[in-house]
C-alpha cells in the first residue's frame, strides 16, 4: 500500500535531520546577534578574519526584520539566554531598561583606557547616545554601554533638475522658510512636488518637528518642557506645529506623504516624481541604486528662526552592547574594539555603503555623502538628551501633526490635546513616588 | 452502565492529543496574558509594578483611541462579510458549474492569498497613489477627474481602501471553502430537484442554501476573526495613518507594546479584543443553529 | 414556459456574464503575479521606472543569485520538512478532535470546543514571550521540536473548526449502517469519515501549508542556527533596513510561491473530486 509508506519515509528523514543537528560546543567562540540583514556576508568574513588573527571563533548570528530581533532579544533577556554581544533596539529608555536588569556591560574602562585611544577614533555623539552621565533620568549608574558600529543622520535633498526646470538655482538651495515656500510655489507653477517623505512612519515627523523646536527655542526650553516646566501649549510649541500647517496650507508637500512609508518616498524621489525629500544619509545608496544618474544636492531643513541654531537628527546607526552576565565579556569587548578599528571599519563601510562609526575610516566618500558626514556635529537626538518624553506623548504629538496635514486638527487643539496627556502622565508619574 | 463509562472514556481519546498540546503550549502564554494584564512593565525590566485593574480601567475610560481602532476593524469587518464573501461565493458557484476554463480559474483565484504581503503593498501604494497611480489614471481617462484623489492619505477613503486591499487579499479563502462545501453536496440532490421540475433559482433556493448554511457560518466566523485581526496590510500601507483613521485593534497592541512599551497595557488590550472575538462567534455559532433548526 | 431557442439563449447569455465576470476577478489576481516575476526579471534600475510587463533585457541571473545568497538550498530543504511534519500533525489531531465534537458524545463536548475556539481569539503577540519562556523551560529552543510543535497548536483551532463543520454534513445513515457492520468508532472514523471529509482536509492542508510556509516571525524567536532556518529567513537578506534589492527578493518570493501553487494543485483535485467520485458507494 502505497499510503502506509508515506509515515516510514518521514521518519527516516525526520532522523536524518535531528541527527544532523547535534551542538558543537566551543567555550571561547563569540556569539553576536543582529538584525542587519543587508552585511550578513560583510559580517561573516570579519568574523573569519578575526579568527585568523587571534584564534578565537566568532558567530555573527541573524534575525531579520528589527521587529522580530526586537522581541527575541526582549525574550531571550526574561530567561538570561542572550549571547556574547546584541544590539538594543529602540529609544535609550530601553536600553536603560535593559542596562538596570543586569544585562548590559559597562564598557567605561575598555573605552577610556590608554587615555581613551578608542574613544577618540569615534564620532562622539553617537558614542555619546549609548553612555549615561551622572544624574541622568534613568537613574543608570555611569558608564559605557555600547558602541556605535556606524552613524548616520538625517537632512534635506533636493532635485538638481526639477530646479532647473522651474527656473531655480540649482546651486542655492533654499536656506530660510521663507526662501522653502517660495521654491515649493515656483516648483508648484510647473506642477513639480515638493517635499516627499516616510511620514507614515512617525518617527521622521517627529524628527522635522524635533528639528524645528530646536532651531526655535533651543536645548533649555526643550528640556524644561520635557520636565513639565514649560507647556506644550506654550507660543513655541504651538509655532513648531504652525509650520506643518503652512506646508499643507501652501501645498508644499507631495501627494500622499502623511501615510507614505519611507521606502515609498524613496522611489519617489529617485524616479524625480518631486522636488524635495527628507532622508537619512543612507539614501545616497538607495537613490544610487534605483537611478544613478538622479542629480541631486544636500541641504539643511529650512531655518525657521535667528535665535538658535540649526539642527539635525542624527547619531549612530547601530551599536552592539556586551552581555554583563557572559564569561567572555573582555573577550568580547576586544572584539568590539577590533571591529571598530580603521581597517575593519573601512572594509564595513566601502562593503555595506554605510557610514563609519571610526572618523579616521572615512575614505573614498562619494561628494553627497561627504556632505552628510561633515554635517554630523550639528546632531541631535532624544537619546543625547538626560532625559526623555513620554512615549505617549510623542505618539500624540507625531500623531497629532498628521491630523494637521490632513487639515483635521488646528495647531492650537493639538497643543492642548498634546499637553492635557503630558499632564496625566506626570500625574501617573506623581502617584508612583 | 460499565460499558457506556467506557465508551465516554474512549471519546475522550479522540481529543486527548488536541488537549495534550494545547495545555502545553496555549495554557501557559494565556495565563502569562492574563497575569501581565494586570501589572505595569514595559517588557524588558526585571521589575514589574502591579496595578491590579488600572489598565482594563484606563482602556474603558480614557482610551478613545482603542475604540476608534475597534470600530475602525468592524467596519471593515461589515465590508468584507458582504462584499467579500458574495464575491467568493459567485465564483465559487461559477467554478462549482464546470464553466469553461473552470479549473484555471480555481487556481487563479487563490492566488493573492498566497502572494506575499510585500508585492500587496507596492502595487496597491502604487494604484492608489495621489498622482502617478493607476486608479486615478482610470478616472481621469473616463473623465471623472473630481473623484481623484490620494486615496491611502485622504480620510475619507484611506480606511475603505484598506478594506479593498484585504477582500481582494482575502476572498480566496472563502472561495476555497465554500467550493468545497458546494462540491460536498451529494449531486443527487440536484438531479432529484430537477426531476421535481425545479429552475435554477429554485435549485439554489431549496438545494444549496439548506446544505450550504453550516458552510456559510463557518466562512463567516472565519472572517470575522481574520478581518478584526487584519494588521499587515495597514502596516505595508498606510501605518495606521492618517491620524488615527486606519488604526486597528492589532496595530495598536503593537504600538502600546513595542511603540510606547507598555507591556501589560498590551496585554489587556488583548484580553480585551479576545473576548470581543469570542463574544461575536458564540453569536454568529448561536444564529447558525437557529437556521439549521428552524427548516 | 420557454421554447427551446429561447432557453439556449438564456443559458449562453448566462454564461457569458459569469465568463465575463470570472475573466476579471481572474485578471486582478493575476497581474501582481505577473508584476513580481516581471520585476523578477529587471535591475534595480529598472524596476520603479520600466513598467513592461515583459521586460527588454530580462536578468535571468537574478534568479541563481537569489539562490545562492539567499542560501535557499539548506532552507528549501527544512521548509519543505517544517511543512510536511506541521500539516501531518495538524490534520491527524485536528480530524481526530473535530470528529469528537461533530459526533461522539461526552462530558464537557462544548467547554472543550470553546476553549480551542478560544485560541483563535487572543492575538498572539502579547503571548510570544510567554511562549519563549515555556521552550526554554522544555528544552526546545533552537530545535526542530521547539518550532514545529508551536505550530502545529497554533493550525488546530482552524482546522478543528472547519473539519467540525464539515463532519457535521456528513450523511448519519451511512455510520449508522457502518456500526451495525460492526465497524468501531475508530474504523469509523479512519476508512469512512475521514474519505469522505476529503474536501475538507484539502482545504486544512492548503490553508496550513500556506501558513507554516510564510512563517518567520516564529522561526526567528525559536531558532538561532542558520541550519534549521526556514525559506523565509532566505528572502530576508534581500531587506535590509534601508535598502531592498527589490529584484533579487522578486526572484526569491517567485521561487518561494511556486510550491504553495503545487500544493493547490495537487490538494484542489480533492476538492473537486469530493464526493462525485463515488465515495459514498463504498
Redesign the interface.
Same mark, same amino acid.
Given at each position: 500500500m502505497t499510503h502506509r509508506k508515506k509515515p516510514w519515509i518521514?521518519g527516516v528523514?525526520?532522523a536524518a535531520?535531528?541527527a544532523?543537528?547535534a551542538q558543537k560546543q566551543n567555550s571561547s567562540q563569540l556569539t553576536i546577534w543582529h538584525?542587519?540583514?543587508?552585511?550578513?556576508?560583510t559580517l561573516q568574513e570579519l568574523a573569519g578574519r578575526y579568527e585568523t588573527a587571534t584564534g578565537i571563533p566568532v558567530r555573527f548570528?541573524? *534575525?531579520?526584520?528589527?521587529?522580530?530581533?526586537?522581541?527575541?532579544v526582549?525574550?531571550?533577556?526574561?530567561?538570561n539566554?542572550l549571547p556574547d554581544v546584541f544590539g538594543v533596539l529602540?529609544e535609550k !529608555?530601553?536600553l536603560a531598561? *535593559?542596562i538596570?536588569?543586569?544585562h548590559v556591560a559597562n564598557i567605561a574602562e575598555e573605552i577610556n583606557d590608554q587615555e581613551g585611544a578608542w574613544r577618540k577614533l569615534l564620532f562622539e555623539k553617537p558614542l555619546l547616545m549609548n553612555e549615561f552621565d551622572a544624574g541622568n533620568g534613568y537613574g543608570v549608574p555611569v558608564g559605557t554601554y555600547g558602541v556605535p558600529l556606524d552613524v548616520m543622520n538625517i537632512q534635506f535633498l533636493y532635485n538638481k533638475d526639477l530646479f532647473r526646470q522651474a527656473g531655480l538655482d540649482p546651486n542655492k538651495p533654499p536656506v530660510t522658510w521663507r526662501d522653502f515656500l517660495a521654491a515649493n510655489a515656483k516648483l508648484k507653477e510647473k506642477g513639480i #512636488?515638493g517635499l516627499v517623505s516616510g511620514?507614515?512612519?512617525?518617527w521622521l515627523i517627529e524628527c522635522l518637528a524635533s528639528n524645528f523646536a530646536w532651531n526655535i527655542m533651543g536645548q533649555d526650553k526643550i528640556l524644561a518642557t520635557l520636565k513639565g516646566k514649560v507647556l506644550y501649549t506654550d507660543s513655541d510649541w504651538v509655532r513648531v506645529l504652525k509650520l506643518f500647517q503652512e506646508m499643507r496650507d501652501q501645498g508644499a508637500l507631495?501627494?500622499?506623504?502623511?501615510?507614505?512609508?519611507n521606502? !515609498?518616498a524613496e522611489?519617489i524621489f529617485?524616479?524625480g516624481?518631486a522636488a524635495f525629500a527628507m532622508n537619512?544619509s543612507?539614501?545616497v545608496?538607495?537613490y544610487h541604486?534605483?537611478?544613478?544618474s538622479l542629480d541631486y544636492g544636500v541641504m539643511l531643513p529650512p531655518r525657521v528662526s535667528n535665535t538658535y541654531p540649526q539642527v539635525i537628527w542624527g547619531g549612530a546607526g547601530s551599536n552592539f552592547m556586551v552581555n554583563a552576565k557572559s564569561v567572555r565579556k573582555e573577550q568580547a569587548a576586544a572584539f568590539l574594539k577590533w571591529l571598530t578599528a580603521k581597517e575593519q571599519q573601512v572594509y564595513l563601510a566601502t562593503q555595506t !555603503?554605510n557610514l563609519p562609526s571610526n572618523r579616521e575610516a572615512l575614505v573614498d566618500l562619494p561628494p553627497i555623502l561627504a556632505e552628510f558626514v561633515n554635517d554630523m556635529d550639528r546632531t541631535v537626538h532624544p537619546s543625547l538628551m538626560p532625559l526623555a518624553e513620554f512615549?505617549?506623548v510623542t505618539?500624540a504629538m507625531t500623531?497629532?501633526i498628521?491630523?494637521i496635514?490632513?487639515g483635521?486638527?488646528t495647531p492650537e487643539e493639538l497643543a492642548a490635546q498634546v499637553q492635557a496627556v503630558k499632564d !496625566?502622565e506626570l500625574e501617573k508619574q506623581m502617584a #508612583?513616588r | 452502565m460499565k460499558v457506556r463509562l467506557k465508551d465516554t472514556f474512549e471519546n475522550y481519546f479522540f481529543i486527548l492529543p488536541a488537549i495534550v498540546m494545547f495545555a502545553t503550549f496555549s495554557i501557559y502564554p494565556f495565563f502569562k496574558v492574563f497575569q501581565l494584564s494586570a501589572y505595569e512593565w514595559?517588557?524588558?525590566?526585571?521589575t514589574m509594578?502591579f496595578v491590579g485593574l488600572a489598565n482594563f480601567w484606563d482602556i474603558f475610560r480614557?482610551n478613545t483611541v482603542w475604540w476608534t481602532s475597534v470600530w475602525n476593524a468592524v467596519y471593515v469587518t461589515l465590508l468584507a462579510l458582504t462584499f467579500q464573501n458574495i464575491l467568493a461565493l459567485l465564483l465559487a458557484l461559477a467554478c462549482d458549474r464546470k464553466i469553461r476554463g473552470g479549473h484555471v480559474y480555481r487556481v487563479i483565484f487563490y492566488l493573492p492569498p498566497v502572494l506575499s504581503g510585500i508585492v500587496v503593498?507596492l502595487i496597491w501604494?502604487w494604484i &492608489?497613489?495621489?498622482?502617478?497611480g493607476l486608479l486615478n489614471h482610470w478616472l481621469k481617462a473616463i473623465g471623472l477627474d473630481g473623484l481623484t484623489r490620494?486615496w491611502?492619505?485622504?480620510?475619507k477613503t484611506?480606511l475603505t481602501s484598506v478594506a479593498v486591499i484585504h477582500m481582494w487579499k482575502g476572498f480566496g479563502w472563502g472561495f476555497v471553502i465554500l467550493l468545497a462545501g458546494l462540491q460536498n453536496i451529494p449531486r443527487e440532490l440536484y438531479e432529484a430537484a430537477r426531476v421535481d421540475g425545479a429552475n435554477a433559482w429554485q435549485v439554489f433556493k431549496e438545494v444549496t442554501i439548506p446544505m450550504m448554511i453550516p458552510v456559510f457560518i463557518l466562512v463567516a466566523i472565519l472572517t470575522v476573526l481574520g478581518t478584526m485581526q487584519i494588521f499587515d496590510i495597514i502596516i505595508?500601507?498606510?501605518?495606521g495613518?492618517?491620524? &488615527?483613521h486606519?488604526e486597528v485593534p492589532v496595530t495598536r497592541i503593537l504600538?502600546t507594546m513595542?511603540?510606547?512599551?507598555?507591556f501589560g497595557y498590551a496585554c489587556a488590550e488583548g484580553i480585551i479584543f479576545g473576548i470581543l472575538l469570542l463574544l461575536v462567534s458564540l453569536f454568529q455559532m448561536r444564529i447558525g443553529k437557529t437556521f439549521r433548526q428552524a427548516p | 414556459m420557454y421554447s427551446v431557442t429561447q432557453y439556449r439563449a438564456k443559458r449562453f447569455g448566462l454564461k457569458l456574464v459569469m465568463q465575463l465576470f470570472c475573466a476579471g476577478v481572474a485578471a486582478t489576481c493575476l497581474f501582481p503575479l505577473f508584476w513580481m516575476a516581471a520585476s523578477s526579471l529587471k535591475t534595480?534600475?529598472t524596476?520603479?521606472?520600466d513598467f513592461s510587463l515583459l521586460p527588454s533585457n530580462p536578468q535571468w541571473l537574478n534568479y541563481v543569485n537569489a539562490w545562492t545568497?539567499g542560501g535557499f538550498g539548506v532552507y528549501f530543504l527544512n521548509s519543505i520538512?517544517y511543512s510536511?511534519?506541521v500539516v501531518?500533525g495538524i490534520v491527524l489531531i485536528s480530524s481526530l478532535a473535530a470528529y469528537a465534537f461533530a459526533r461522539l458524545r461526552f462530558p464537557g463536548r462544548q467547554f472543550f470546543f470553546i476553549l480551542f475556539l478560544a485560541t483563535m481569539m487572543i492575538p498572539i503577540p502579547g503571548a510570544?514571550?510567554a511562549l519563549?519562556?515555556l521552550l526554554?523551560k522544555l528544552g526546545l529552543?533552537n530545535? /526542530?521540536w521547539g518550532y514545529i510543535l508551536p505550530q502545529i497548536n497554533g493550525g488546530l483551532a482552524l482546522s478543528i473548526f472547519l473539519l467540525k463543520t464539515f463532519f457535521e454534513k456528513l450523511p448519519k445513515d451511512l455510520e449508522d449502517s457502518a456500526r451495525i457492520d460492526g465497524c468501531t468508532k475508530w474504523g469509523i472514523y479512519w476508512h469512512l469519515a475521514m474519505p469522505l471529509a476529503k474536501p475538507a482536509i484539502a482545504v486544512v492542508v492548503i490553508f496550513n501549508v500556506l501558513a507554516v510556509w510564510n512563517e518567520?516571525?516564529l522561526a526567528?524567536?525559536v531558532l538561532?542556527?542558520?541550519?534549521?532556518m526556514p525559506l523565509q529567513r532566505g528572502l530576508?537578506?534581500?531587506?535590509?533596513? /534601508?535598502?531592498?534589492?527589490y529584484p533579487l527578493l522578486m526572484a526569491g518570493m517567485t521561487i518561494s510561491v511556486i510550491p504553495i501553487v503545487v500544493v493547490y494543485l495537487l490538494m484542489q483535485r480533492y476538492i473537486i473530486e469530493g464526493i462525485t467520485a463515488g465515495a459514498i458507494k463504498g
Open positions: 518521514l528523514y525526520l535531520l535531528l544532523g543537528c538584525w542587519m540583514s543587508d552585511r550578513e556576508d548570528e541573524l *534575525f531579520a526584520p528589527s521587529e522580530a530581533y526586537s522581541q527575541k526582549k525574550a531571550a533577556a526574561q530567561t539566554t529602540g !529608555r530601553d531598561s *535593559f538596570l536588569s543586569g #512636488q511620514w507614515g512612519e512617525i507631495a501627494e500622499g506623504v502623511v501615510t507614505m512609508i521606502k !515609498r522611489q529617485a524616479n516624481q537619512g543612507w539614501c545608496n538607495v541604486g534605483m537611478n544613478p !555603503r512615549p505617549l505618539e500623531k497629532g498628521q491630523s496635514l490632513i483635521e486638527k !496625566r #508612583q | 514595559d517588557g524588558i525590566s526585571s509594578r480614557h503593498g501604494s &492608489y497613489d495621489g498622482n502617478y490620494s491611502l492619505s485622504d480620510p484611506a505595508s500601507t498606510t501605518g495613518g492618517p491620524g &488615527y486606519t504600538s513595542t511603540g510606547t512599551s507598555q | 534595480q534600475e524596476v520603479f521606472s545568497k520538512f510536511t511534519v501531518v510570544f514571550i519563549y519562556v526554554n529552543i530545535t /526542530h518567520y516571525l526567528m524567536l538561532t542556527d542558520k541550519e534549521l530576508m537578506v534581500f531587506q535590509g533596513a /534601508h535598502i531592498t534589492q
